[in-house]
């Protein structure tokens, strides 16, 4: 049995076998040399990346929060 790749453009739905074509095309939806949207997608993924570092940093200090600190109501006011 053979498998076969197809590479779909996140514009515009267009299908491709060719990673490298896929690649030109999309950059051209954005005006941009393969380079320049291949550094985009970079950039992107390491924002992506970053973002999920992030919520998860968020989510261990709640927890550590609910777990250490006892909050008591304030009656001074
Ligand atoms: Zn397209």
Known sequence: MKEETIYICETCGKRMKNQYDMKLHEAAHFDNTPE????????????GQAAIAYSSAVKRLADFEKDNINFTEDDDE
Do not use: F, I, W
């Open 36 to 47: 320049q949207y291949h550094k985009r997608m970079e950039l992107q993924n390491e924002v």
